[in-house]
């Protein structure tokens, strides 16, 4: 057989980790004289970059294979990738004739050849972790979004109790520092104006000595680039130096997502969180003394096993304590081989369903009411893309806030804009009119 792919398609699922890599992966195979399949075209290649943290997650993976088989019943190559790859290696093959390899998110550098092998009838499996060295093998960044990904660390050792990562992931790992900055600036020459820093424990990375705060010093220096920011960070890594430098480096936008997952001290326990409902509040309040308009965001879990109402109602405490400007919430979802799926007291999802919705009011209220309270504030906009409405743009906020805006300034542009009015989950905004 001769048939060599000559069109993709990457579908990334789940974090923004799984997004660096999907636009890793494209680069690669681009390298290789492959091309992107046009939108609504036929791709010989397809790569389904998959997220395993929730069970609806992983599940989405294998229906979206089942959608692949054509009308005419050909079959473009499918290629698993990501964390369920990384979690089911061969067995994914058992599991779907469709998947023609497999390869896991630290092996990923070698999906041409692995191409190679499947398109001449080999089913190649490659999930192994060696340590750092997909990005050694990865060509330079030649194409950038105005606000671009830049994974930092990979990996995680805090075993929280419910928590796949540490198992697909691997345990953590810094990339080095000259590695970073070079990237960084390769970005910036592509056209991005925002670097945003990744790691499932983001502001663990350290190198020789150095951690998180003094890479994002270093990044501060490079012309051309306009703000930093970070994702996603553990409480027990919050330094006073990642705190302090909040308040020095103009480059470091005035946002923090730190996921609390319960406002319960005895759930935190169970779940292995190193920190408390105080211990938590502490960091949040030395963030707000070194910028006082930063944005808050966190993570929450409702219904892990042995949840009780008063814990849970911990939980909505918390977040009127915290009055975040965003957070994301979730259903308890157990997760093969964590220590937390074999624990009693599962919740049955009647009372999931029902938290889940009175915890998603409360964080919608106060998302409102930071969204209200920025409203008249003169501020910088970075655009990022088309709106619905000609001649209307939308571009982020330092605040990390969706804002409409009618102007004719393209992708990548810094636009001064006065904040106009707010919704709960964007915001309208207008252009500075030059005197
Ligand atoms: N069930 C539900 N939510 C989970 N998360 C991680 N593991 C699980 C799980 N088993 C959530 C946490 C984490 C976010 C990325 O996903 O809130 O911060
Ligand atoms: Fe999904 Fe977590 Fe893997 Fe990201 S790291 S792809 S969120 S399982």
Redesign the pocket.
Known sequence: MTFSPKTFRIKS??????VYDGERMAELLAQQGMAAAADGDDADLVVL?????REK?AEKAYSDIGRLRREDGTKPLVALA??VA?AEGAEAKARSAMIDLVVG?QAYHRLPEMVRQAATGGRPVDTDMPAISKFDALPKRRRANPSAFLTVQEGCDKFCTY???PY??GTEISRPWADIVEEARALVEAGAREIVLLG?NVNAWKADGRGLAELIRELARIDGLERIRYTTSHPADMTEALIAAHGEVDKLMPYLHLPVQSGSDRILKAMNRSHSAQSYLKIMDRMRAARPDIALSGDFIVGFPGESDEDFDATLRIVDEVRYASAYSFKYSARPGTPAAAMEGQIPREVMDERLQRLQQRIASHQLAFNRSTVGRDTQLLIERPGKHPGQMIGRSPWLQSVHVETGAQPGAMLHITLVSAGPNSMAGAAAVAA
């Open positions: 699922f789940g974090c923004q980790m799984n970059n998959t997220c395993h943290i997650a990501g964390c990384q998110p928590c796949v990562v697909t992931r499932q």
